[in-house]
């Protein structure tokens, strides 16, 4: 081994930054003569350099995989503890539904309960509707028919909250869905727990209007409107929106059905037999009159 005296030692370590100034400002020098010269010499200290990246990054990656793999064991043991406590919670769930499911069965045996006919229905996308003879209505893009497209007609449309309206028109692969709004929409309600008829019109605004209640019963506030099924067009007890009264006093239906923003619409088919609500025993029967607007 070469030993260096002191005094050379101290003399090389004050030139060694100046003579790396020197040396860098050669290669700016360099670099500025010759614009390609500073990609090449990267582009070879690169293919230099690459098998020492190789050899100390190899390391590295198997490193951190391990990590990785144990990280994700110590997971995968807290999922899986998390879904034993999850599965527990389901079966005692499941032995609650099972008890009411019998109890149901029970009191519809001793009830000689029937229960209806269920409907058919299917899916489609509501599409931009241009106008037509209708101002609020929704044209709905439907499956094929495999037998005869009328048979949506009369269908009620309902999204994921309310009732939306009722078919009028329909064709091989669409539907158009008369929404509660419009100005020809008719609808029979009940009103309320007592299930009070009255009549649902529309507007061609927000939200239907209500016409011809009970005398001396007028909607309360907030009661809950519910398809009746007088005439035939709706099966009874679904649900179509809330009372409410106007700045001028008159009682309108808040719909539930997010009619200004609809996307997918389901097609109830009912069957022609509809069946009719008991009435409640403490109501009373009472003629109708109409509103004056």
Do not use: C
Request: overall charge neutral; glycine content about 10%; charged content about 15%.
């Amino acid at each position: 081994m070469i030993r260096l005296s002191v005094p050379f030692r101290q003399a090389l370590s004050r030139l060694t930054f100046p003579v790396m100034l020197v040396v860098s400002l050669g290669f700016i020098l360099i670099g500025r003569a010759d614009q390609g010269f500073s990609d090449r010499l990267r582009a070879e200290l690169d293919d230099v350099l690459a098998p020492a990246y190789m050899l100390v990054s190899g390391p590295i990656q198997a490193a951190e995989h391990g990590t990785g793999a144990i990280g994700h064991l110590f997971t995968l043991s807290a999922e899986n503890t998390e879904l034993r406590a999850e599965n527990a919670r389901l079966l005692q769930w499941q032995e609650v539904a099972m008890a009411l499911e019998a109890q149901n069965n029970a009191l519809k045996a001793s009830m000689n309960y029937v229960p209806p006919a269920t409907p058919t229905y299917s899916t489609g996308e509501v599409v931009a509707d241009l106008g037509g003879v209708y101002a609020r209505s929704v044209l709905v893009l439907v499956p094929p028919a495999n037998g005869n497209p009328q048979s949506l007609v009369g269908a009620v449309a309902m999204d994921g909250r309310g009732v939306a309206g009722r078919v009028v028109e329909a064709g091989g692969r669409s539907a158009r869905v008369l929404l509660i709004t419009d100005l020809n929409s008719r609808v029979p309600v009940a009103l309320g727990a007592d299930g009070a008829p009255a009549l649902m019109t529309g507007t061609n605004g927000p939200n239907p209007a209500l016409l011809y209640w009970a005398p001396g019963q007028p909607p309360a506030e907030g009661a809950m409107v519910l398809t009746n099924s007088q005439g035939g067009a709706f099966p009874p007890g679904l649900p179509v929106g809330v009372v409410h009264y106007d700045a001028q006093n008159d009682p309108v239906v808040l719909p539930l059905a997010n009619l200004d923003a609809l996307r997918l619409l389901r097609l109830f088919s009912y069957p022609d037999n509809l069946p009719v609500l008991t009435p409640i025993p403490h109501t009373k029967p009472a003629a109708t009159h109409s509103r004056k607007r």
